[in-house]
T-cell receptor, first 114, second 112 residues
Framework: EADIYQTPRYLVIGTGKKITLECSQT?????MYWYQQDPGMELHLIHY???????EKGDLSSESTVSRIRTEHFPLTLESARPSHTSQYLC?????????????FGPGTRLTVL | SQQGEEDPQALSIQEGENATMNCSYK?????LQWYRQNSGRGLVHLIL?????REKHSGRLRVTLDTSKKSSSLLITASRAADTASYFC????????????FGTGTKLQVIP
Protein backbone atom coordinates (compact mmCIF):
# COMPACT_ATOMS: atom_id res chain seq x y z
CA GLU A 1 0.00 0.00 0.00
CA ALA A 2 1.34 3.43 -0.96
CA ASP A 3 2.08 5.39 2.17
CA ILE A 4 4.57 7.52 4.08
CA TYR A 5 6.12 6.25 7.29
CA GLN A 6 8.01 7.87 10.13
CA THR A 7 9.92 6.17 12.91
CA PRO A 8 10.11 6.41 15.79
CA ARG A 9 6.73 7.93 16.68
CA TYR A 10 8.00 9.09 20.06
CA LEU A 11 11.57 9.59 21.25
CA VAL A 12 12.85 10.78 24.61
CA ILE A 13 16.60 11.19 24.83
CA GLY A 14 19.26 13.00 26.80
CA THR A 15 21.20 16.07 25.78
CA GLY A 16 24.18 15.48 23.52
CA LYS A 17 22.92 12.30 21.87
CA LYS A 18 23.01 11.83 18.13
CA ILE A 19 19.65 10.89 16.67
CA THR A 20 18.21 10.07 13.27
CA LEU A 21 14.54 10.41 12.47
CA GLU A 22 13.49 8.11 9.67
CA CYS A 23 11.06 8.92 6.87
CA SER A 24 10.18 6.60 4.01
CA GLN A 25 7.52 6.75 1.31
CA THR A 26 6.36 4.10 -1.11
CA UNK A 27 4.63 6.42 -3.58
CA UNK A 28 7.65 7.10 -5.75
CA UNK A 29 7.44 10.83 -5.07
CA UNK A 30 10.36 13.02 -6.04
CA UNK A 31 9.76 15.82 -3.56
CA MET A 32 10.11 15.31 0.17
CA TYR A 33 9.90 17.74 3.08
CA TRP A 34 10.64 18.01 6.79
CA TYR A 35 8.59 20.32 8.98
CA GLN A 36 9.02 21.28 12.61
CA GLN A 37 5.85 21.96 14.52
CA ASP A 38 5.93 23.99 17.72
CA PRO A 39 3.67 23.22 20.67
CA GLY A 40 1.84 26.40 19.68
CA MET A 41 1.00 24.69 16.41
CA GLU A 42 2.91 26.65 13.74
CA LEU A 43 4.53 24.50 11.06
CA HIS A 44 7.94 25.51 9.76
CA LEU A 45 9.68 24.04 6.74
CA ILE A 46 13.21 23.07 7.78
CA HIS A 47 14.42 20.92 4.84
CA TYR A 48 13.22 19.82 1.44
CA UNK A 49 14.44 17.77 -1.47
CA UNK A 50 13.59 17.73 -5.18
CA UNK A 51 14.99 14.26 -5.67
CA UNK A 52 18.00 12.02 -5.13
CA UNK A 53 21.12 13.95 -4.08
CA UNK A 54 19.11 17.19 -3.78
CA UNK A 55 18.61 18.87 -0.39
CA GLU A 56 17.72 22.45 0.46
CA LYS A 57 17.20 24.35 3.68
CA GLY A 58 13.76 25.67 4.47
CA ASP A 59 12.60 28.90 6.07
CA LEU A 60 13.43 27.97 9.65
CA SER A 61 17.07 27.61 10.51
CA SER A 62 17.73 24.18 11.90
CA GLU A 63 20.80 22.46 13.29
CA SER A 64 19.61 19.21 11.76
CA THR A 65 20.89 17.76 8.50
CA VAL A 66 19.23 15.58 5.89
CA SER A 67 20.27 13.25 3.11
CA ARG A 68 18.54 11.85 0.03
CA ILE A 69 20.45 8.88 -1.28
CA ARG A 70 17.34 6.95 -2.34
CA THR A 71 14.06 8.31 -3.68
CA GLU A 72 12.01 6.68 -0.96
CA HIS A 73 14.16 7.64 2.04
CA PHE A 74 14.74 11.09 3.59
CA PRO A 75 16.27 10.79 7.07
CA LEU A 76 16.88 13.74 9.38
CA THR A 77 19.85 13.74 11.76
CA LEU A 78 20.70 15.76 14.83
CA GLU A 79 24.38 15.33 15.72
CA SER A 80 23.98 16.57 19.29
CA ALA A 81 20.45 16.92 20.58
CA ARG A 82 19.53 19.79 22.91
CA PRO A 83 16.35 20.64 24.83
CA SER A 84 15.64 23.39 22.27
CA HIS A 85 15.18 20.59 19.68
CA THR A 86 12.15 19.30 21.54
CA SER A 87 9.32 19.45 19.02
CA GLN A 88 7.19 17.45 16.64
CA TYR A 89 8.83 16.63 13.29
CA LEU A 90 6.62 15.93 10.30
CA CYS A 91 7.77 14.42 7.04
CA UNK A 92 5.86 14.83 3.78
CA UNK A 93 6.19 13.97 0.11
CA UNK A 94 4.63 15.13 -3.12
CA UNK A 95 4.68 14.27 -6.81
CA UNK A 96 6.78 16.30 -9.17
CA UNK A 97 4.17 18.16 -11.25
CA UNK A 98 0.93 16.36 -12.01
CA UNK A 99 -1.36 17.00 -9.08
CA UNK A 100 -0.09 20.46 -8.23
CA UNK A 101 1.99 19.26 -5.33
CA UNK A 102 -0.59 17.96 -2.88
CA UNK A 103 1.49 16.82 0.07
CA UNK A 104 1.14 13.51 1.85
CA PHE A 105 2.19 13.55 5.49
CA GLY A 106 3.59 10.93 7.79
CA PRO A 107 2.23 10.58 11.35
CA GLY A 108 5.11 12.57 12.83
CA THR A 109 7.86 11.99 15.40
CA ARG A 110 7.46 13.67 18.76
CA LEU A 111 10.96 14.34 20.10
CA THR A 112 11.72 15.27 23.69
CA VAL A 113 15.27 16.12 24.67
CA LEU A 114 15.91 16.16 28.40
CA SER B 1 9.05 35.64 7.52
CA GLN B 2 7.07 34.04 4.71
CA GLN B 3 4.60 32.58 7.17
CA GLY B 4 0.99 33.09 6.17
CA GLU B 5 -1.50 34.32 8.71
CA GLU B 6 -4.68 32.55 9.59
CA ASP B 7 -7.60 33.80 11.56
CA PRO B 8 -9.18 33.15 13.83
CA GLN B 9 -6.53 31.33 15.85
CA ALA B 10 -9.27 29.35 17.57
CA LEU B 11 -12.96 28.86 16.91
CA SER B 12 -15.60 27.06 18.95
CA ILE B 13 -19.03 26.36 17.47
CA GLN B 14 -22.04 24.12 18.00
CA GLU B 15 -22.58 21.07 15.86
CA GLY B 16 -24.60 21.98 12.79
CA GLU B 17 -23.26 25.52 12.54
CA ASN B 18 -20.94 26.71 9.79
CA ALA B 19 -17.27 27.41 10.42
CA THR B 20 -15.24 29.92 8.45
CA MET B 21 -11.51 30.39 8.67
CA ASN B 22 -9.29 32.72 6.70
CA CYS B 23 -5.76 32.63 5.38
CA SER B 24 -3.68 35.53 4.13
CA TYR B 25 -0.40 35.24 2.30
CA LYS B 26 2.37 37.52 1.11
CA UNK B 27 3.73 36.34 -2.24
CA UNK B 28 2.04 35.37 -5.49
CA UNK B 29 0.99 31.75 -5.57
CA UNK B 30 0.56 28.87 -7.97
CA UNK B 31 -2.06 27.34 -5.72
CA LEU B 32 -3.28 27.31 -2.15
CA GLN B 33 -4.16 24.15 -0.26
CA TRP B 34 -6.04 23.43 2.95
CA TYR B 35 -5.08 20.69 5.36
CA ARG B 36 -6.58 19.25 8.54
CA GLN B 37 -4.61 17.96 11.52
CA ASN B 38 -6.17 15.83 14.25
CA SER B 39 -4.67 15.76 17.75
CA GLY B 40 -1.10 16.69 16.81
CA ARG B 41 -0.75 13.99 14.18
CA GLY B 42 0.11 14.22 10.48
CA LEU B 43 -1.83 16.50 8.18
CA VAL B 44 -4.44 15.40 5.67
CA HIS B 45 -5.02 17.25 2.42
CA LEU B 46 -8.56 18.62 2.08
CA ILE B 47 -8.79 20.79 -1.00
CA LEU B 48 -6.66 22.73 -3.46
CA UNK B 49 -7.52 25.92 -5.31
CA UNK B 50 -5.43 27.21 -8.17
CA UNK B 51 -4.49 30.85 -8.62
CA UNK B 52 -6.86 31.22 -11.60
CA UNK B 53 -9.83 29.85 -9.64
CA ARG B 54 -12.07 31.89 -7.37
CA GLU B 55 -14.17 29.23 -5.67
CA LYS B 56 -14.12 25.49 -5.23
CA HIS B 57 -16.37 22.97 -3.49
CA SER B 58 -15.77 19.52 -2.09
CA GLY B 59 -18.59 17.97 -0.08
CA ARG B 60 -19.21 20.27 2.90
CA LEU B 61 -16.11 22.32 2.13
CA ARG B 62 -16.09 25.55 0.18
CA VAL B 63 -12.89 27.42 -0.54
CA THR B 64 -12.59 30.89 -2.02
CA LEU B 65 -9.51 32.68 -3.25
CA ASP B 66 -9.02 36.44 -3.72
CA THR B 67 -5.64 36.98 -5.31
CA SER B 68 -6.02 40.77 -5.25
CA LYS B 69 -6.27 40.64 -1.45
CA LYS B 70 -3.92 37.66 -1.17
CA SER B 71 -6.42 35.80 0.94
CA SER B 72 -8.42 32.58 1.02
CA SER B 73 -11.24 31.32 3.16
CA LEU B 74 -12.39 27.82 4.07
CA LEU B 75 -16.03 27.29 4.93
CA ILE B 76 -17.19 24.07 6.56
CA THR B 77 -20.96 23.79 6.43
CA ALA B 78 -23.15 21.81 8.83
CA SER B 79 -20.21 21.08 11.10
CA ARG B 80 -19.85 17.80 12.99
CA ALA B 81 -17.97 16.88 16.13
CA ALA B 82 -15.57 14.92 13.92
CA ASP B 83 -14.55 18.21 12.25
CA THR B 84 -12.79 19.18 15.49
CA ALA B 85 -9.18 19.64 14.40
CA SER B 86 -6.59 22.22 13.42
CA TYR B 87 -6.80 23.60 9.91
CA PHE B 88 -3.84 24.97 7.96
CA CYS B 89 -3.46 26.65 4.62
CA UNK B 90 -0.40 25.96 2.51
CA UNK B 91 0.81 28.28 -0.20
CA UNK B 92 2.68 26.96 -3.22
CA UNK B 93 4.57 29.93 -4.67
CA UNK B 94 4.38 30.75 -8.36
CA UNK B 95 7.35 30.91 -10.68
CA UNK B 96 8.52 27.36 -10.17
CA UNK B 97 9.96 28.10 -6.74
CA UNK B 98 8.92 25.21 -4.58
CA UNK B 99 9.54 26.41 -1.04
CA UNK B 100 6.07 26.02 0.39
CA UNK B 101 4.73 28.01 3.33
CA PHE B 102 2.12 27.02 5.89
CA GLY B 103 -0.25 29.39 7.61
CA THR B 104 -0.35 29.69 11.37
CA GLY B 105 -3.41 27.46 11.70
CA THR B 106 -6.92 27.66 13.14
CA LYS B 107 -8.05 25.36 15.96
CA LEU B 108 -11.67 24.42 15.44
CA GLN B 109 -13.75 22.85 18.19
CA VAL B 110 -17.20 21.59 17.30
CA ILE B 111 -19.33 20.98 20.38
CA PRO B 112 -21.87 18.15 20.09
Amino acid sequence: EADIYQTPRYLVIGTGKKITLECSQTMGHDKMYWYQQDPGMELHLIHYSYGVNSTEKGDLSSESTVSRIRTEHFPLTLESARPSHTSQYLCASSEDGGRYNEQFFGPGTRLTVL
Amino acid sequence: SQQGEEDPQALSIQEGENATMNCSYKTSINNLQWYRQNSGRGLVHLILIRSNEREKHSGRLRVTLDTSKKSSSLLITASRAADTASYFCLQLPSGGYQKVTFGTGTKLQVIP
